[in-house]
């Protein structure tokens, strides 16, 4: 009987994430979320990019507590004024944006619904993903890491928790494969490994040169929702390098 393809891809929570972690999830059949580890400043979580008089320009969601916490511990920084200068940014930013509207409310009807209830940092960004997600139209499941293995670290993990999930093919970024995964993790349980490799294709944006890999939020501003559910796809997996 021919065995049943199942991909799975691995990631930390991000706050309105880069278009690159939504075409990997969505060329996987799960996403699971990575939300007990340490938050990494350099890694980004709580940063996001957006385009703003042509330029690249990143904004932080603030956080209480230091640099060691938790990703499934930390807090957001509700009461300060980040979420006032968000506003003005945006509608500054893509108030002549095509679906300048559309994402405005998404995103500040979010925020508001979220700050009302004091959501910690992981929920806000996995829930906003998911949603994502499912308006973008992927059926894939989600699943938190919280609970799952972690007497091993980095590639075994990774390795460990795709096989207990009954996975084929653990699907991760250049760089993780470049820094952290060892093959043999994986081939010791029959596991494959996709490399992903893709390159954002060009849309519209505001002036100034076009500037690649932004915050979903400028993808959906430009172009809507299915001509980012369009681009997020092309090309699927072809060209990516597997590892058996």
């Given amino acids: 009987m021919k065995q049943v393809l199942k991909k799975i891809c691995i990631y930390q929570p991000n706050v309105f994430p880069p278009l690159h972690y939504f075409n990997r999830i969505m060329n996987s059949d799960m996403?699971?979320?990575?939300?007990?580890?340490?938050?990494?400043?350099?890694?980004?979580?709580?940063?996001?990019?957006?385009?703003?008089?042509?330029?690249?320009?990143?904004?932080?969601?603030?956080?209480?507590?230091?640099?060691?916490i938790k990703i499934n511990e930390a807090a957001i920084t509700y009461q300060e004024d980040w979420i006032a200068k968000l506003q003005k940014t945006f509608d500054h930013a893509y108030a002549r944006s095509p679906y300048f509207e559309m994402v405005r409310s998404i995103v500040f009807n979010y925020i508001d619904l979220h700050q009302r209830m004091n959501t910690g940092f992981h929920l806000f960004c996995e829930q906003f993903t998911i949603d994502m997600l499912r308006m973008l139209g992927w059926q894939g499941s989600v699943i938190s890491s919280t609970g799952m293995t972690r007497d091993s670290r980095a590639s075994e993990r990774m390795a460990e928790i795709v096989h207990d999930l009954n996975g084929t093919h653990y699907v991760c970024g250049g760089?993780?494969?470049?820094?952290?995964?060892?093959?043999?993790?994986?081939?010791?349980?029959?596991?494959?490994?996709?490399?992903?490799?893709?390159?954002c294709p060009e849309y519209p944006q505001s002036k100034g040169k076009f500037v690649p890999n932004l915050s979903i939020l400028d993808l959906i501003a430009n172009v809507g929702l299915n001509g980012a559910k369009e681009l997020l796809v092309s090309g699927g997996t072809a060209g990516w390098r597997a590892y058996s």
């Fill in 31 to 68: 996403w699971v979320m990575l939300d007990d580890v340490q938050i990494n400043r350099k890694v980004g979580q709580t940063r996001f990019s957006l385009k703003i008089n042509g330029d690249k320009h990143v904004r932080t969601v603030p956080l209480l507590g230091g640099n060691r």
């Fill in 175 to 199: 760089e993780g494969f470049r820094q952290y995964v060892e093959l043999d993790h994986f081939r010791r349980r029959s596991l494959s490994v996709i490399v992903q490799d893709w390159r």
